[in-house]
């Protein structure tokens, strides 16, 4: 492995978000700090709170959220280890799921209910305006337009700075990006799952970062046993780091949020920044995942 005398996530490169917030490239997703099933609080939140504060440490400045993350614990457990937030440090939160307990989740896009959620998350995170406030998924039940169109008010009211998309598919996308402008799209893509290549590859062409959320499919990674195994001994580092250096070099506008609720999780994650994989090593991986 590669070493820095940077701090480690700075080795990940930087994307600029929406042409204003440069961030760097390896985030944080602060889903896992809540209870299991992401329901409830952390088993010890003192814990949560001193791995949150070494996100910062690791020189990690983009955390990803969302209101449903608890649900509102996540949002809460951030702003109690961070506040007041460093001016480099960009939080994305998200809304349009609600919650009926463990590992239940029901879309909810009707701008009344996104509104009130976005207002709960400015609370609970104390801020005045949000960098970058997402839909969390469409919602079948409204139209795609009208949902957008609640995010697109808040940020003509200057409550929100940037407006991303979370589950999409290409036309809504496409759709979306008529009514405002669209700066990153948040949707599951992991070496073992590229369906959303496609996406993916769209928002290459346009510059809009891509987020992918499960970026490690849970751990599935850490057991294989073919060329990601091989090349990460090779390169004294674990599967889940090759995964993560896969993704990096994968687009340039690939912007990994693994999470984790272990800082020694989080410290072994944000070292694969340093990880700086050759073509072939590349080549070899996506072969042994076929998309």
């Known amino acids: 492995m590669q070493q820095t ?23 944080f997703g602060a889903m ?26 690791l020189g990690i400045n983009f955390i990803d959220t969302a209101n449903s993350y608890g649900p509102e614990i996540s949002e809460s457990l951030i702003a109690a280890a961070l506040y007041p937030y460093p001016s480099h440090l960009v939080i994305a939160t998200k809304g349009g799921f609600t919650r009926s307990g463990p590992d239940q989740w029901h879309p909810d896009g009707h701008p009344g209910h996104l509104r009130e959620a976005f207002l709960g998350s400015l609370q609970r995170l104390r801020l005045e305006r949000i960098d970058l406030y997402q839909l969390h998924t469409p919602d079948p039940k409204i139209p795609f337009e009208d949902s957008l169109g609640a995010l697109v008010r808040l940020q003509t009211e200057g409550k929100i700075r940037h407006i991303g998309l979370s589950n999409v598919s290409i036309p809504q996308l496409e759709q979306a990006r008529k009514l405002t402008s669209i700066v990153t799209v948040q949707n599951r ?18 510059n809009i970062g891509f987020i992918p959320w499960f970026p490690l499919a849970t751990g599935d990674l850490s057991r294989d046993q073919g060329h990601l195994a091989e090349i990460a001994r090779q390169r004294h580092a674990t599967p889940s780091q090759i995964a993560l250096a ?44 076929p998309a």
């Not at 996530?9 to 440069?22: C, E, K, N, P």
């Not at 992991?190 to 993916?200: F, Q």
């Not at 993704?247 to 693994?258: D, G, H, T």
Request: charged content about 25%; proline content about 5%.
């Open 189 to 206: 893509y992991n070496l073992t799952d590229r369906s959303s290549e496609d996406i993916l590859d769209y928002c290459q062409r346009e």
């Open 5 to 27: 005398n940077q701090l480690p996530a700075s080795a990940s490169g930087s994307f600029m978000i929406g042409g204003d917030l440069r961030v760097y490239r390896l985030g």
């Open 32 to 57: 896992r700090i809540t209870g299991k099933g992401i329901w409830g609080p952390p088993p010890n939140k003192q814990e949560a709170l001193a791995l949150l504060r070494r996100t910062l440490e």
């Open 246 to 289: 896969w993704l990096l070099k994968r687009a340039c506008v690939m912007l990994p949020i693994p999470g984790t609720a272990s800082i020694k999780h989080l410290e072994e994650n944000t070292s694969a920044a340093e990880i700086q994989l050759t073509d072939q090593e590349f080549q070899t991986i996506s072969e042994g995942f």
